[in-house]
T-cell receptor, first 111, second 113 residues
Framework: KQEVTQIPAALSVPEGENLVLNCSFT??????LQWFRQDPGKGLTSLLLIQSSQREQTSGRLNASLDKSSGRSTLYIAASQPGDSATYLC??????????FGTGTRLQVFP | DGGITQSPKYLFRKEGQNVTLSCEQNLNHDAMYWYRQDPGQGLRLIYYSQIVNDFQKGDIAEGYSVSREKKESFPLTVTSAQKNPTAFYLC????????????FGNGTRLTVT
C-alpha cells in the first residue's frame, strides 16, 4: 500500500532563505508526483507535476526533483517570501486509480 | 475565467439530514473528483468520475453518493448514513486521467450537529 510522508510537518524561516521540503513514498511504481500549495481555508493550487520519467521540473523560484528509485522528492524554494507561507502537499499517482496525498508541510516565512 | 466553483462555502446541517454539495467546472475537463480533508490527515478520495455518466468509488465512499449527468457538474450528496460528516470537502478536475495536474475548487466546510 502506497504511503506518502512529508517532513518536516512545520517550518518557520526568515524571508530570503532558500529552503527544501521533503516528500517520501513507499512504492516506487508511480506514474507521476505532484506538488500543491494550500492557503488556509482554501483549495489546493497545483505547483508542479513530475512524470515518472523526469528528474525535475522548474517553475519560477520553485524546483522539484524526483528520485523514483529511492522514493523521494524535494521541493526547493529559492529566496523565500512571506507570500510563500502556506501548506505544501505532495501526492503520487501509482498503480491505483488515485492520487495518494501526504499530510503536508506548513511553511511560515516571516519578514 | 475558467475554474471550479464549489458552493456553498459553509454549510450547516442537523444530524439525520441529507445534504448536497455543488461542484461546477468550466475547464472542459473530463475527470472530476471529490476529496475529504480532516485536520492532521491527508486528502482522502471519496468518488471520482473519468467521464460523463460514469463514476467510481474511492477509499471512503460509504455514506456518500454522486452523479455525473453533465460534464461540467459533479454534485456530492452526504447522506445520513455517513457517520462523521463534519469535514472540509474539496472538488477537483483534470483534463485527463492519471497524467494531468488536478485543479481544485475552494472547498465547502460542512458542519453537522
Amino acid at each position: 500500500k502506497q504511503e506518502v510522508t512529508q517532513i518536516p510537518a512545520a517550518l518557520s524561516v526568515p524571508e530570503g532563505e532558500n529552503l527544501v521540503l521533503n516528500c517520501s513514498f513507499t512504492d516506487s511504481a508511480i506514474y507521476n508526483l505532484q506538488w500543491f500549495r494550500q492557503d488556509p481555508g482554501k483549495g489546493l493550487t497545483s505547483l508542479l507535476l513530475i512524470q515518472s520519467s523526469q528528474r525535475e521540473q522548474t517553475s519560477g523560484r520553485l524546483n522539484a526533483s524526483l528520485d523514483k528509485s529511492s522514493g523521494r522528492s524535494t521541493l526547493y524554494i529559492a529566496a523565500s517570501q512571506p507570500g510563500d507561507s502556506a501548506t505544501y502537499l505532495c501526492a503520487v499517482w501509482g498503480n491505483t486509480d488515485k492520487l495518494i496525498f501526504g499530510t503536508g508541510t506548513r511553511l511560515q516565512v516571516f519578514p | 475565467d475558467g475554474g471550479i466553483t464549489q458552493s456553498p462555502k459553509y454549510l450547516f446541517r442537523k444530524e439525520g439530514q441529507n445534504v448536497t454539495l455543488s461542484c461546477e467546472q468550466n475547464l472542459n475537463h473530463d475527470a472530476m473528483y471529490w476529496y475529504r480533508q480532516d485536520p492532521g490527515q491527508g486528502l482522502r478520495l471519496i468518488y471520482y468520475s473519468q467521464i460523463v455518466n460514469d463514476f467510481q468509488k474511492g477509499d471512503i465512499a460509504e455514506g456518500y453518493s454522486v452523479s455525473r449527468e453533465k460534464k461540467e457538474s459533479f454534485p456530492l450528496t452526504v447522506t445520513s448514513a455517513q457517520k462523521n460528516p463534519t469535514a472540509f470537502y474539496l472538488c477537483a478536475s483534470s483534463i485527463g486521467f492519471v497524467n494531468s495536474p488536478l485543479h481544485f475548487g475552494n472547498g465547502t466546510r460542512l458542519t453537522v450537529t
